[in-house]
């Protein structure tokens, strides 16, 4: 749902890496761009995202 979203948002913006979050609610994706020269993790990827009150079933990362 779309509140569920900025939650999400919210913990990645924190990280201080993250440039933009999109989603794809129906297959329940999140795309994650991260700020140039910046390195975002899969531990701070799922830290957040658990944070926010979600499960990670997995992380898959493109150089796009």
Do not use: M, P, W, Y
């Not at 979203?5 to 993250?18: A, C, E, R, S």
């Not at 140039?36 to 993790?41: A, D, F, M, P, S």
């Not at 799922?46 to 009150?53: K, P, S």
């Amino acid at each position: 749902c779309k509140s569920c979203g900025i939650g999400i948002k919210i913990h990645l913006f924190n990280t201080k890496k993250v440039n933009k979050v999109t989603f794809d609610i129906n297959k329940q994706l999140a795309f994650i761009s991260t700020i140039e020269g910046k390195i975002l993790t899969t531990g701070e990827i799922r830290t957040a995202i658990e944070n926010a009150g979600f499960s990670v079933n997995s992380i898959k990362q493109s150089n796009e």
